[in-house]
């Protein structure tokens, strides 16, 4: 077994390692421990460099003990695509974009439910279920098939069809929920106990943030073990921000990386913007709040399990965050296209985020920003057209149309 254990993100207490129920008593979130100070001395950059490009290079910093249980499907270690055209059009320095939407699932949701599946396979479990606006269902169904565990998953039911879809394609047992991803929550939360189900919840249990916090990792591997200066994330239940805050602090405490904290923007839809709203002075909350029905994303997390953290760690580290209209993510999604890349809503969100932050001036000429590009635009294309493609039959058709 690995020597692993829990602290809590409030309160600092620390406690024995568990598979489920990441609530402290004090009402923080429980997080995974590594002895770091032992790992230092045997755990060193120049190992990695001989091992797979996969997120499973870091196995010294994932808690799952048993190898034979580590159940993947090819995910991580994504590409890093440097977007030189624009560095020359944008008063910043650099432009990364990670291209998350080329894990096995089509969403960064691989990375977490790689290890959370493990995790369910070391613990002995054999249902699990999930509330989710899709990819994480996608995801949990995908890898718990694979490990031979029977998944459950509940979906509000204005989510993207084809994302819907591929939960039954893994075999996973599929519903519609006529409400948002909390109510789907609550079916899962009124059934676990007598349907056995283990719920791999954002935060109910340590695998789904330790799995995230690979993005961290490999961004700081793929830049030379350096932080970038500014990454802009879509968040919805926090997950991600909260393990690239982790993946930061244990790379900096294993002397890896040096230098402050990259400030964390998080990037939501006008409509659904808690953690927007929570930076704001409570005053300015009362008004606050888009009347615009946010659209069925992965950013559409209502009430995300640990606010607070999220808020504590964009604060900490001196970043912001940002509600993005309709239009402008839609723009987003085009430019995107324009330059070769396939980006869902969330991710064309960072990008709408990047340009609303040049223009404010909230950037620096000197800073490097990396957008985080969570999932592609194909999964969404059923929920609205992207592109309108015309219809012909002939040349003359065509010819009609003006070209
Ligand atoms: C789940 C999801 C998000 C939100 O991520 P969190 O880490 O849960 O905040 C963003 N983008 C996509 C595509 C998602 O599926």
């Given at each position: 077994m690995k020597q692993l254990g829990l602290y809590c993100s409030r309160c600092s207490a620390k406690l024995p390692f568990r598979y489920?129920?990441?609530?402290?008593?004090?009402?923080g979130t429980l997080l995974v421990d590594y002895d770091l100070e032992r790992l230092s001395k045997t755990f060193t950059k120049e190992a990695l460099?001989?091992?797979?490009?996969?997120?499973?290079?870091?196995n010294e910093l994932l808690?799952?003990?048993?190898?034979?249980c580590i159940i993947t499907l090819?995910?991580?270690?994504?590409p890093l695509v440097r977007l030189q055209n624009w560095e020359l059009k944008l008063p910043i320095k650099q432009l990364w974009i990670k291209?998350?939407?080329?894990?096995p699932t089509g969403s960064f949701k691989s990375r977490g439910f790689s290890v959370a599946v493990s995790l369910l396979k070391e613990a002995g479990a054999t249902k699990a279920a999930v509330p989710s606006n899709g990819n994480a269902a996608g995801a949990l169904a995908a890898y718990a098939s694979h490990a031979g565990i029977k998944a459950s998953v509940f979906i509000p039911l204005d989510c993207p069809p084809l994302i819907v879809e591929e939960c039954p394609l893994y075999g996973a047992d599929t519903f519609l929920v006529d409400g948002l991803i909390h109510d789907a929550a609550a079916i899962i939360e009124a059934g676990k106990q007598e349907q056995g189900w283990v719920n791999v919840g954002t935060?109910?249990?340590?695998g789904r943030v330790e799995g995230k916090k690979t993005m961290g990792l490999e961004l700081a591997e793929q830049l030379g073990w350096t932080f970038p200066d500014v990454i802009i994330y879509p968040t919805g239940g926090g997950s991600g921000i909260i393990g690239m805050w982790k993946a930061y602090h244990e790379l900096k405490a294993l002397g890896f990386v040096d230098g402050p904290m990259p400030r964390f923007v998080c990037v939501q839809e006008e409509g659904c913007q808690p953690i927007v709203d929570g930076m704001l002075p409570q005053a300015a909350m009362d008004l606050a709040g888009g009347a615009s029905r946010p659209s069925p994303?992965?950013?559409?997390?209502?009430?995300?399990?640990?606010l607070p953290l999220i808020l504590s760690i964009v604060k900490q580290s001196g970043g912001t965050a940002l509600a993005l209209s309709k239009s402008q993510i839609a723009d987003a999604t085009r430019t995107l296209g324009t330059q070769g890349i396939s980006s869902s809503p969330e991710g064309s969100a960072t990008w709408a985020g990047l340009i609303e932050l040049c223009d404010n001036g909230?950037?620096?000429?000197?800073d490097s920003v990396v957008l985080f590009n969570?999932?592609?635009?194909m999964k969404y294309?059923?929920?609205?057209?992207?592109c309108s493609v015309p219809r012909i039959r002939s040349y003359a058709d065509y010819k009609a149309l003006g070209y």
């Open positions: 489920q129920d990441m609530k402290c008593s004090c009402g460099q001989t091992r797979y490009p996969s997120m499973w290079r870091y808690p799952v003990s048993n190898p034979d090819g995910e991580g270690w994504t291209r998350e939407e080329q894990n935060l109910k249990e340590p994303t992965g950013m559409r997390v209502p009430q995300p399990p640990d909230w950037l620096r000429a000197t969570t999932s592609h635009a294309a059923q929920l609205e057209s992207i």
